[in-house]
Structures are given as structure tokens and as C-alpha cells.
């Protein structure tokens, strides 16, 4: 079984621009998870998608980034425009359930010069 | 609001060294925990988890104690290796009140070295 799967592994950008991040969960999974860990400082949780809806959303630190997961499969997070401080590792997640054990992919290495 | 502390490294041990690694946590109701652990260029790995009281996650020689009394669901191993260098995370998650809500709280990272 193919585990959640992350897109790209690295990206370097500069102030102002756009990034979009892409995360494929494991198949059947129907919670989907993002989260950030900036230098140095624990990994916050951003929003959690049931399916294609957002069921939290409360994490997603302001209006720039926008997450999707249309259809319900996979989910991109495009930051929009980028600022120096969303320089971090951006992790996605997936569960069957939201009680269950939540399997994470590589992360996203962002670095926003 | 939910948070967990941990203990804050870095961990420096030799070989064959007693290891804990302090979690403690607050929380709504019981919610499960989890450990959770990176190696050097890999992603978040779950290492063991406790899903109610006095329940002892185990793996790779790993253990871990879910204390409801103490709030705490501390790392151990006897004996470490240099292979179980990495970062460990520490990380509460859906309670069992019917909550919605499926995040995990995270702490900081207990970075790991091991010297042979």
C-alpha cells in the first residue's frame, strides 16, 4: 500500500510569489491533515479535511493560503502571496477515521527568500 | 485549549544508555497519544501509541505509559542505539468525548544523538 505522498520535496521561492503544495493521501482515506513545523518550533496543525470538506479549519494562519481537496482525493495548499515567515516544512497526514492512527508524508521543505 | 509539553533537548547518550523523554499534557477529556518520530531526511514515522488509561504503547524497543493521574505519557528505552538518533515528538490527539476534531497537538521535538 503507497503511502501518503508529497509534492514537491523542496521548494525555494521568492517574496511575493505563489506556491502550491500538493499532498496525496493513502488511498481511502477519507481525513486529510496539514500541518507546518516553522525552524526550531513544534508542528502546528493548519486544517483537516473529511472528504472534500473542511471539518477545521482553525490553524490556517491568515488569508493568504488556501487549501482544496476536490473530489476528495488529493489536496493542494497554495500560499498566496508568500511571505518570509511561511518558510518551513509543511506536513500532510491522512487517517480512515479522526480517531485513528494518522500516517504522515515527507513534507514540503518551503524556504521563501 | 489542548497543549502538550515536552522535554526540551538536545539528548546526547552513548550506546546502551537509559533513555526518557519527558510528555506531559493537558487536554479535554482522554484523548488518545501518540509518540512520534523523524530520522535524518525522512518524514514523521508513528513509533507507539496509547489509546486509554494505564495503556503501555510499545515498539522497537520503545515504551511508553498513558498516565491519566499524572497526565503524562513518557518515552523510554533501555537501551538506545546509534540507529534511534533522530527527532521524537510527542503528540496528544482526538479525545473520546465525540469530539470532531482529529488534529494532534505537537511539542517541539526532542532532538536525539547517540554516540557509539
Known amino acids: 500500500e503507497a503511502g501518503v505522498t508529497q509534492f514537491p520535496s523542496h521548494s525555494v521561492i521568492e517574496k511575493g510569489q505563489t506556491v502550491t503544495l500538493r499532498c496525496d493521501p493513502i488511498?481511502?482515506?477519507?481525513?486529510l491533515y496539514w500541518y507546518r513545523r516553522v525552524m526550531g518550533k513544534e508542528i502546528k496543525f493548519l486544517l483537516h479535511?473529511?472528504?472534500?470538506?473542511?471539518?477545521?479549519e482553525s490553524g490556517m494562519p491568515n488569508n493568504r493560503f488556501l487549501a482544496e481537496r476536490t473530489g476528495g482525493t488529493y489536496s493542494t495548499l497554495k500560499v498566496q502571496p508568500a511571505e518570509l515567515e511561511d518558510s518551513g516544512v509543511y506536513f500532510c497526514?491522512?487517517?480512515?477515521?479522526?480517531?485513528?492512527?494518522?500516517?504522515f508524508g515527507p513534507g514540503t521543505r518551503l524556504t521563501v527568500l | 485549549g489542548d497543549s502538550v509539553t515536552q522535554m526540551e533537548g538536545p539528548v546526547t547518550l552513548s550506546e546502551e544508555a537509559f533513555l526518557t523523554i519527558n510528555c506531559t499534557y493537558t487536554a479535554t477529556g482522554y484523548p488518545s497519544l501518540f509518540w512520534y518520530v523523524q530520522y535524518p531526511g525522512e518524514g514523521l514515522q508513528l513509533l507507539l501509541k496509547?489509546?486509554?488509561?494505564?495503556d503501555k504503547g510499545s515498539n522497537k524497543g520503545f515504551e511508553a505509559t498513558y498516565r491519566k493521574e499524572t497526565t503524562s505519557f513518557h518515552l523510554e528505552k533501555g537501551s538506545v542505539q546509534v540507529s534511534d538518533s533522530a527527532v521524537y515528538f510527542c503528540a496528544p490527539g482526538p479525545s473520546d468525548r465525540g469530539s470532531t476534531l482529529g488534529r494532534l497537538y505537537f511539542g517541539r521535538g526532542t532532538q536525539l544523538t547517540v554516540w557509539p
Open positions: 488511498s481511502g482515506h477519507d481525513n
Open positions: 479535511f473529511v472528504k472534500e470538506s473542511k471539518q477545521d
Open positions: 497526514a491522512s487517517s480512515p477515521d479522526y480517531t485513528d492512527t494518522q500516517y
Open positions: 496509547a489509546t486509554k488509561a494505564d
